[in-house]
């Protein structure tokens, strides 16, 4: 995706976050994908993860920051989402200000702005459904940023945490298919002893899984069920894999 299109995909799922809020919004109501947590929990735990990126966005010269220095804690009451929006106007604010490719520091190190920009969008999107799954039925994520979402979660979280020790016995050598069904998206995962290696394009698998672009991000972050997918030959291989790349 695009920068624009990026931001696009950011503001879009931000907003609608907001939209839930109101005086019928049961914030102490559970949320399944986050055991322990609340939907004024996860909106809270949002409006810091923004906040944190606001504050490396702002670093000048660029410079990590620890997320227990900052001071704003979230209200624990139905102003969570006041507060939230607050966070919100700040961090559109400071992305749209200065060039995405200028340096900032992030929790993987030092990359530019567009990094943020990215992982926001798909860390907002995941929350989002969070949220409305648990008060009620929750829509998909747009197809294009979910595509996205899939590609970033191989780039970004699969090397860095990925248990490939839960591989190397019974699946090295193996390969998995993932293809989007209503936009461009294909993946084939490779899996060895010494880790996985995954490359964009069309080719076959011992298991392929196929599906809208949604489900299949969703999927992966362990916000839908297994079933959410078409899948052919080895299932055991993507059963194993979720269970092995759950974070």
Not at 54 to 81: C, H, K, N, W, Y
Not at 129 to 138: C, G, M, N, P, T
Not at 205 to 224: H, I, K, M, T
Request: include cysteine; hydrophobic fraction near 45%; glycine fraction near 8%.
């Amino acid at each position: 995706m695009n920068d624009e299109a990026l931001l696009g995909s950011l503001r879009l799922e931000a907003a609608r976050v907001a939209a839930i809020s109101g005086s019928d919004v049961d914030i102490e109501q559970p949320v399944a994908a986050c055991p322990g947590w609340s939907v004024g929990r996860v909106v809270g735990h949002l409006g810091r993860v923004h906040r944190w990126a606001s504050a490396m966005l702002q670093a000048e010269p660029p410079v990590f920051i620890d997320p227990g220095e900052l001071e704003a804690r979230a209200p624990r009451d139905a102003t969570v989402f006041d507060w939230y929006r607050d966070g919100v106007a700040a961090l559109m604010g400071e992305l749209e200000r200065r060039d995405l490719g200028a340096p900032a520091f992030t929790w993987d190190g030092e990359h530019d702005r567009r990094w943020w920009l990215r992982r926001l969008a798909h860390e907002t999107a995941v929350h989002r459904f969070d949220v409305e799954h648990a008060l009620a039925s929750a829509s998909p994520v747009d197809a294009d940023a979910a595509a996205d979402g899939i590609a970033e979660f191989f780039e970004l979280f699969v090397p860095r945490r990925f248990d490939a020790a839960a591989f190397a016995d019974d699946y090295a050598g193996r390969t998995m298919h993932l293809h989007c069904t209503d936009v461009e998206g294909e993946w084939l995962i490779r899996f060895a002893d010494e880790g996985v290696a995954v490359e964009r394009v069309h080719a076959k698998g011992d298991v392929a899984v196929r599906g809208e672009a949604s489900d299949l991000f969703l999927v992966l972050w362990n916000r839908l069920p297994h079933d959410n997918y078409d899948v052919f030959g080895d299932t055991d291989i993507f059963d194993h894999f979720l269970d092995a790349a759950a974070f």
